[in-house]
């Protein structure tokens, strides 16, 4: 039965736990949804080895994948290396050329280098990266969801988000995002899908759009 199954793999944002899909919902008698973890990045790992290290956590083949925000980036990536049914990108970008300014800034100064990942026990840098800056009720958010508090993760994942060196959007992804996105804000443009009203978290409050949306665009 498995088999006969559409595989759906979900990766979450920067720091996120999986629960962010909580409420993602599809028909189980067409798809099986498995939810993916961050792993902490071995020393100088670029993000392709990482990619394909993700890699060994996909059990089936012609899988599903939809990545949220830096997962959205880390799921182009992993598509490299894997045979892909369907490719979604939610709240993320599609090439370095839609990075905000600020990050621009980060990656030409080396600016990462300097943050202070080690105080991630103070909400405002991780959930400014992970959520953006001005969530309602931030701080509940950061608790439920923001929990790879590793240094180590953290310092690789916000210079693979600055460095990142795809120049063109992945021609086989379905990329998705909110009108209302302050963290990625220059990423509506091109073959995108606009979601009305949707933050950098529409994954979490608007996902009724994607369990309703979700299942005809995989048949597609």
């Known amino acids: 039965m498995s088999d006969q199954l559409i595989h759906v793999y979900l990766m979450p944002g920067m720091a996120a736990n999986p629960t962010i899909f ?22 100088n ?15 089936y083949d012609s899988v599903v ?3 949220v ?12 290396h894997i045979n892909v049914r369907k490719l ?15 990050l621009k800034l980060l990656k030409y100064t080396k600016g ?24 309602k009720k931030r701080v509940e958010l950061y608790k439920k969801y923001l929990s790879v508090d590793d240094p180590k993760y953290l310092d690789w994942a916000i210079k693979q988000v600055v460095c990142w060196e795809q120049n063109e959007p992945h021609p086989e992804a379905i990329y998705i995002h909110g009108d209302k996105d302050i963290v990625f804000p220059h990423s509506c443009a091109g073959n995108c899908i606009i979601i009305k009203g949707g933050t950098h978290i529409m994954i979490i409050n608007k996902y009724k759009w994607f369990n309703e949306n979700l299942p005809k665009l995989i048949r597609d």
């Open 22 to 43: 909580e409420h993602i919902k599809l028909p189980e008698d067409e798809f099986k949804i498995h939810w993916l973890e961050w792993l902490i990045p071995n020393k």
């Open 45 to 59: 790992e670029s993000l392709s080895d990482y990619a394909k290290r993700m890699t060994q956590f996909i059990e």
């Open 65 to 67: 994948l939809l990545g």
């Open 69 to 80: 925000s830096f997962g959205g980036i880390l799921v182009q990536e992993m598509s490299k």
């Open 88 to 102: 979604f990108v939610v709240s993320s970008i599609k090439s370095n050329k839609e990075l905000p300014k600020r």
């Open 112 to 135: 990462y280098n300097f943050l202070p990942t080690s105080l991630v026990g103070h909400v405002g840098l991780l959930s400014r990266f992970a959520l953006g800056p001005t969530v």
